[in-house]
């Protein structure tokens, strides 16, 4: 699959790129703020400089934003790019899949995180006691979640940004 990343390296990406090309890394930068955001509230929370309050306020809002647009990503994408490139570029098949099954694999972290940050809201909301577990088993799923992400949007982004470069991207 290697062979886009070597005929057109990220070295060169800041060249000038086809409009979905640098809206999809424009895309794909959002994420990674998202979650150094959320990584970087986690620690804040294990070091003890915020309580479950100031978790939940630094915390709730970008989670949410983040559920929300990488589903949304994921689903055009998967349901949307991945075809057209499948057409354009059969050599691709297999980054392709590997992608795919990426999205399923995230998707269960997405799962994972939405449950955790529900029982984590409303332990806050109830002032509930064990409101302390509930952000330490949210901060432990977003741990896990992160490795993969960041994997994915790398990956995706050596295949997909030298292909729409050469053959172009679908309509949007
Ligand atoms: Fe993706
Ligand atoms: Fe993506």
């Known amino acids: 699959m290697l062979y886009l990343r070597d005929a057109f390296p990220r070295e060169r990406w800041t060249e000038a790129l086809p409009e979905t090309a640098a809206f999809w890394l424009q895309m794909h930068g959002g994420f990674r703020a998202q979650q150094r955001h959320m990584a970087d ?8 400089a915020v309580d479950p309050r100031g978790l939940h306020a630094a915390l709730m809002p970008t989670l949410q934003a983040f559920l929300q647009h990488l589903d949304g990503h994921h689903r055009v994408e998967s349901g949307h790019y991945f075809p057209h490139f499948r057409l354009i570029e059969p050599r691709i098949q ?6 795919d099954r990426d999205h399923d694999a995230i998707h269960a972290h997405l799962d994972a995180l939405y449950h955790s940050a529900v029982a984590f809201h409303r332990a806050v909301a109830g002032q509930s006691s064990d409101a302390p577990d509930h952000a330490n088993r949210l901060a432990d799923v977003l741990d896990r979640a992160a490795p993969g992400l960041i994997r994915h949007l790398d ?18």
């Not at 509230?41 to 070091?47: E, G, I, L």
């Not at 297999?94 to 992608?99: E, Q």
């Open 94 to 99: 297999s980054g392709l899949d590997l992608l």
């Open 41 to 48: 509230a986690a620690s804040r929370w294990r070091s003890g």
């Open 155 to 172: 990956d995706e982004e050596d295949i997909v940004i030298p292909l729409m470069v050469m053959k172009g991207g679908p309509a949007a």
